[in-house]
C-alpha cells in the first residue's frame, strides 16, 4: 500500500480570509485575494489531486472513476453509483454567505428532472438542480464560529419584534403572535419575502434604526441586534435580513457542530470551520447575494419546524469524537491527543477516507511499514482497498486530525 498526500483546490470567493487558509497551509500571509474554501474530495468542479511516491500528481476524481470498487469498497461503490459521496472543507468566513438551504434526496430528483425537461442548462444562473442528489451538512468549528441556521421557537421570536417593534413592523408580530407555530412562520416568512421592493424599502430602515437603539440600550436581544446591523450594511434592501430576525443565532466554540439536513434554512457569519457535506451543488437561495433566487422553489424546499438547534460536541471516547447525523452520505469525527500523548491508533476500516491534520503534526504508517508525514493542514486520501492504517502524534505537542468518511452504505 502506498500513503499518499492530497493537493487540495482552494476557493478564493468573495465573502473568504485573506489571512486563515493560507496561514493553514504555510503560505504568504495575508493572501492577494480572499480565500473561502479549502476542498478536499472527488468533486468535478475542482477534485483534490493524489500525489505520488515520485511527486506526480493524478486527480481523485480520475482514481475513483477508473477504479470505484478499489477505492470506494464495494458497497460504497453500488449505492452511490461510483461517486466518492463526500466533500470536505475548511471554510473561512471572513464576511457572512449568502442564506440558503438544500433539498432532499427526493426533491433534488425531482427538481432535477424538472429542469432537464425544460432543458435549462447545467450551468445557468438560474438552474436550482444541477445534480440529483441531496446536499445535507455538517459544519464543525475551528474557532469561534458564528451562524443562523433553524428557525427559533416563535414565542422567543415575538419577544424579539417586540423588543425592536416599530410602526411597520409591529402588524408582523401580531401575525405571529396570533400563530405561534411553523405555519405562522411559513406565512410571515412567505409574506416577508414576497414584499414589493417599495415596501421593503420603507421597513428595513425602520427595523435598523430600532435594532440600533436596542444595542444602545444593551437590551436582552444584543447579539441578534448586531447581526441584523451586519447584514443590513452590506444589502441595505434585501428582504434576506428580514428572514434572519426568524432564525436561531448561534456562537460555536471550537469542537462544537451543528448538522444542517435538508430543508434547514441557514446562514454562515464568521470564522473557520471544517465542513463535511454531500457532494452535491444543490442550494435554493433566500437572499444577502446577488445570485438567483427563485422564492417558489425555495418555499418548496424550506422546513419550518422551530426550536432551539441542536449542538454536538461529538460522542467522545478517548481521543476519539465521532459527530452522529442520519446523513448516509457521511459521518465526521475528531481524533485529538493532549500534549505529550503520544499513543497511536488505528483509523482504517472498511470505506473510503480522508483524514486531514488541523493542529500539530501526525505519523501515518501503513501496513507495510510505509510511513508519511502529514503536518497542519495536510490531508492524505485512504482508499477502501487498503487495510488498516495508525496514526500517531510526530512530536509531544497537542495533535489534532479529522477524518471523513462515507456514512453507512
Given at each position: 500500500m502506498t500513503v499518499e498526500l492530497l493537493r487540495n483546490a482552494v476557493r478564493p470567493y468573495a465573502w473568504g480570509s485573506r489571512t486563515t487558509i493560507p496561514e493553514l497551509l504555510g503560505r504568504p500571509v495575508p493572501a492577494p485575494h480572499p480565500e473561502a474554501e479549502l476542498w478536499m474530495g472527488a468533486h468535478p468542479g475542482d477534485p483534490s489531486h493524489v500525489i505520488g511516491p515520485d511527486g506526480t500528481e493524478r486527480s481523485l476524481l480520475e482514481l475513483v472513476e477508473a477504479d470505484p470498487v478499489g477505492q470506494l469498497g464495494t458497497s460504497c461503490a453500488g449505492r452511490w453509483g461510483g461517486r466518492l459521496p463526500f466533500l470536505l472543507k475548511i471554510l473561512a468566513a471572513e464576511e457572512p454567505l449568502s442564506m440558503q438551504a438544500h433539498p432532499s434526496a427526493a426533491q433534488a430528483a425531482e427538481g432535477y428532472a424538472r429542469e432537464e425537461s425544460a432543458g435549462i442548462p447545467r450551468d445557468a444562473s438560474n438552474r436550482n438542480y444541477p445534480d440529483p442528489t441531496a446536499k445535507p451538512e455538517l459544519v464543525c468549528a475551528l474557532t469561534e464560529f458564528h451562524a443562523l441556521a433553524g428557525f427559533r421557537d416563535p414565542e422567543r421570536t415575538i419577544s424579539l419584534l417586540k423588543a425592536i417593534e416599530t410602526p411597520g413592523l409591529a402588524k408582523y408580530a401580531v401575525l405571529l403572535e396570533a400563530q405561534p407555530d411553523p405555519a405562522g412562520l411559513r406565512a410571515l416568512f412567505t409574506t416577508w419575502i414576497t414584499l414589493p421592493q417599495a415596501a421593503l424599502d420603507e421597513l428595513l430602515p425602520e427595523v435598523l434604526d430600532s435594532c440600533v437603539k436596542h444595542v444602545q440600550e444593551r437590551g436582552e436581544f444584543d447579539v441578534e441586534c448586531r447581526?441584523?446591523?451586519?447584514?443590513?450594511?452590506?444589502?441595505?434592501?434585501?428582504?434576506?435580513?428580514?428572514?434572519?430576525?426568524?432564525?436561531?443565532?448561534?456562537?460555536?466554540?471550537?469542537?462544537?457542530?451543528?448538522?444542517?439536513?435538508?430543508?434547514?434554512?441557514?446562514?454562515?457569519?464568521?470564522?473557520?470551520?471544517?465542513?463535511?457535506?454531500?457532494?452535491?451543488?444543490?442550494?435554493?437561495?433566500?437572499?444577502?447575494?446577488?445570485?438567483?433566487?427563485?422564492?417558489?422553489?425555495?418555499?418548496?424546499?424550506?422546513?419550518?419546524?422551530?426550536?432551539?438547534?441542536?449542538?454536538?460536541?461529538?460522542?467522545?471516547?478517548?481521543?476519539?469524537?465521532?459527530?452522529?447525523?442520519?446523513?448516509?452520505?457521511?459521518?465526521?469525527?475528531?481524533?485529538?491527543?493532549?500534549?505529550?500523548?503520544?499513543?497511536?491508533?488505528?483509523?482504517?476500516?472498511?470505506?473510503?477516507?480522508?483524514?486531514?491534520?488541523?493542529?500539530?503534526?501526525?505519523?501515518?504508517?501503513?501496513?507495510?511499514?510505509?510511513?508519511?508525514?502529514?503536518?497542519?493542514?495536510?490531508?492524505?486520501?485512504?482508499?477502501?482497498?487498503?487495510?488498516?492504517?495508525?496514526?500517531?502524534?510526530?512530536?509531544?505537542?497537542?495533535?489534532?486530525?479529522?477524518?471523513?468518511?462515507?456514512?453507512?452504505?
Open positions: 447581526t441584523i446591523l451586519e447584514l443590513g450594511e452590506s444589502h441595505p434592501r434585501d428582504a434576506g435580513v428580514l428572514a434572519a430576525l426568524l432564525l436561531n443565532r448561534l456562537t460555536l466554540s471550537a469542537g462544537e457542530a451543528i448538522y444542517l439536513p435538508a430543508g434547514n434554512l441557514h446562514l454562515y457569519l464568521h470564522g473557520t470551520a471544517v465542513e463535511i457535506l454531500a457532494n452535491s451543488d444543490n442550494i435554493l437561495r433566500c437572499g444577502l447575494t446577488p445570485k438567483h433566487v427563485d422564492v417558489p422553489e425555495l418555499l418548496r424546499v424550506v422546513d419550518f419546524a422551530c426550536g432551539e438547534m441542536p449542538v454536538q460536541s461529538g460522542e467522545r471516547e478517548e481521543r476519539l469524537s465521532v459527530y452522529r447525523t442520519d446523513a448516509p452520505e457521511f459521518e465526521l469525527s475528531r481524533i485529538e491527543w493532549a500534549a505529550g500523548d503520544d499513543g497511536e491508533i488505528a483509523v482504517h476500516d472498511v470505506g473510503p477516507q480522508i483524514l486531514l491534520c488541523t493542529a500539530g503534526g501526525l505519523l501515518v504508517t501503513a501496513d507495510d511499514g510505509e510511513q508519511v508525514e502529514l503536518r497542519r493542514g495536510q490531508s492524505v486520501w485512504l482508499p477502501a482497498a487498503d487495510p488498516a492504517v495508525f496514526v500517531r502524534p510526530l512530536s509531544g505537542e497537542r495533535t489534532q486530525v479529522f477524518r471523513a468518511t462515507a456514512g453507512t452504505c
